[in-house]
């Protein structure tokens, strides 16, 4: 037996070992921490604890995939530190251990310190370490027995059936170990994983819920959708709105326990369960909703019919205390928004809690059951999804998730115009070709969409009819292409007359601005 051949199977006993961990934290996650465990925990940390611009360039490099990216690299790790404690394990004896042990503490240091940890957070992380320790000692003493039984003289002359039989003995006491224990560690872990998802009753319970009917609905107005291919339509459909969060798997929150507190700066704390919630009475609300993280031209907006319950409501019953000034939204998986107290108990702005998306209740990675929805506010100063408590408070006493890693603490949703069609890459015909795209200024409407070809005069595009001044419009111009390329360059004007901002500026610290400008060619 080479040196080689006693490292790689102390490797492949670090990762079985491991793997024990893992399962066994899995099988007792139903148990403890619904949906949550080790590996989610940890992967959470991991993404509150990554600087922005790693951040930045993980979802620009992977876009939507960007957890999943986080997940396989997290895999990767947890494989090499395995197949490393093996090793150790084999060659200097507890440090095998320790190591399993320190990545132990981690994970339970993890699962206890996020947010909605329950009383037995600690148990899988205990758990699998103490099942894992056991198994890798186990692994290598069985490995050492066959090795040393290998290098017994007597064991290489074939006269000796006796000792040669211990070598083969203790050779197939170490796979045979190895083998039922890695098995049964991943029928395990997968089996409760599986298990966990399916048996995740919120997507029934979702499935179930009926909403009352709106008391209010929007109408959309003749022309407010524009008949042209490639443009984006007026109502986002839910299955194409664009996500954004820091949750690694969508929290579960059961609408039948669910409650939303209101404390802080107030006169009387209140909690409304979701019943008391839609007893009000729900209204329809069109509202287009922004990331900061949109670029110029970029697609991390979309605009939904919403049924929900006033804010400015809710907060009445509470009574807000002068001096404050801010709202910190909390959701159950510790993320928070910072909004302006004025934005949210402002008469003539409908902010908004949303209970349904689009005529169902909203989807579980919306934010089910209950998020925030204000018009005019970036989605991470606004929008907080699965919602749970409203703090009063000021922007001077408190921060929001974002604001430490960078992100201004206030942030209203800059104007600004896209082209859908034609598209970069994909040339057109000569002729008549319709140049189309969303143009947004939300609460106050947009009045104007200019279009420049080539840099020439600035044409005046036709507006589709607006929902309401909270939502996008669509707009489109009708060009005369000429073979060749062509720069088309696209700017707005709101109802208030300001022009949107030409300069280009980056997503950070309080969203992009400057006009889109394309290169396209004609054939
Ligand atoms: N709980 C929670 N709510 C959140 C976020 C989050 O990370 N966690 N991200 C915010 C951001 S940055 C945006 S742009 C919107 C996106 O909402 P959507 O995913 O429904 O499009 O949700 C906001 N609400
Ligand atoms: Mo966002």
New binding site residues.
């Given amino acids: 037996m080479t040196r080689i051949t006693r490292w790689i199977w102390s490797a492949v006993s670090g990762v079985v070992a491991a793997a024990t961990f893992l399962a066994v934290a899995e099988v007792l996650v139903p148990f403890t921490t619904p949906g949550r465990g080790p590996i989610v925990d940890v992967g959470g940390f991991v993404i509150d604890v990554v600087p922005r611009p790693l951040k930045e360039l993980a979802i620009a490099a992977f876009g939507e995939y960007d957890k999943l990216a986080l997940l396989i690299g997290l895999g990767i790790a947890v494989l090499g530190a395995a197949a490393i404690s093996g090793i150790l394990q084999y060659v200097r004896r507890p440090f095998g251990v320790a190591l399993l042990a320190l990545a132990g503490a981690l994970a339970l240091l993890a699962s206890v310190t996020r947010a909605g940890a329950s009383a037995l957070s600690w148990a899988p992380s205990v758990a699998g370490t103490l099942a894992g320790s056991v198994v890798l000692m186990l692994l290598i003493a069985r490995l050492r027995s066959w090795k040393d039984a290998a290098a017994q003289p007597v064991a290489r002359i074939p006269e000796n059936p006796a000792a040669s039989k211990t070598a083969k003995v203790s050779r197939r006491a170490f796979f045979r170990t190895t083998a039922v224990v890695g098995a049964t560690a991943v029928l395990a872990g997968v089996g409760a994983r599986l298990l966990g998802a399916a048996t995740s009753s919120v997507s029934a319970i979702r499935e179930e819920l009926r909403l009352p009917a709106p008391r209010t609905t929007i109408s959309v107005p003749n022309g407010a959708e524009l008949d042209v291919d490639g443009l984006t339509p007026l109502i986002t459909p839910n299955a194409d ?7 690694l798997v969508v929290p579960t929150v059961d609408p039948a326990s669910w409650r939303l507190v209101i404390d802080g700066m107030v006169d009387r704390p209140v909690e409304f369960s979701l019943d008391d919630l839609l007893a009000r009475g729900v209204d329809e609300y069109a509202i287009t ?1 922004t ?2 993280s949109n670029e110029v031209g970029g697609d ?1 907006v ?1 605009n939904a019919i919403w049924l929900g319950i006033p804010v400015r409501d809710l907060l009445a019953e509470a009574g807000p205390r002068a001096g404050a000034d801010m709202v910190l939204s909390r ?1 159950v ?1 510790g ?1 928070s ?1 910072s909004t302006p107290l004025a934005s949210l108990t402002d008469d003539g702005l409908d902010a908004i809690l949303a209970v349904g998306m689009n005529g169902e209740p909203l989807p579980a990675e ?2 089910f059951p209950v998020r925030m929805v204000v018009p005019g506010l ?3 100063v606004s ?4 919602l749970t408590r409203l703090t009063v408070t000021t922007f001077a006493d408190d921060e929001a998730y974002w604001t430490p890693r960078g992100y201004s603490a206030k942030a209203p949703i800059k104007m600004s115009s896209r082209i859908d069609t034609p598209r970069i890459g994909s040339p057109v015909a000569a002729g008549t070709v319709a140049i189309a795209g969303m143009a947004w200024a939300q609460t106050v409407g947009v009045a104007q969409v200019e279009v420049s070809i080539d840099d020439g005069a600035w044409q005046q595009a036709t507006l589709s009819a607006p929902l309401s001044d909270d939502t996008w419009v669509q707009w489109k111009l009708e060009w005369d292409a000429t073979p060749g390329t062509h720069y088309i360059t696209v700017r707005a004007v709101d109802a208030d007359g300001n022009r949107q901002v030409e300069e280009r500026a980056p997503i950070y610290p309080d969203g992009s601005t400057g006009w889109q400008r394309i290169l396209i060619t004609v054939t």
């Fill in positions: 709105f664009y996500r954004v969060d820091t949750a909703l990331c900061v991390l979309g959701s998986d993320y928004a919306h934010g970036y989605g991470y929008a907080t999804k699965w």
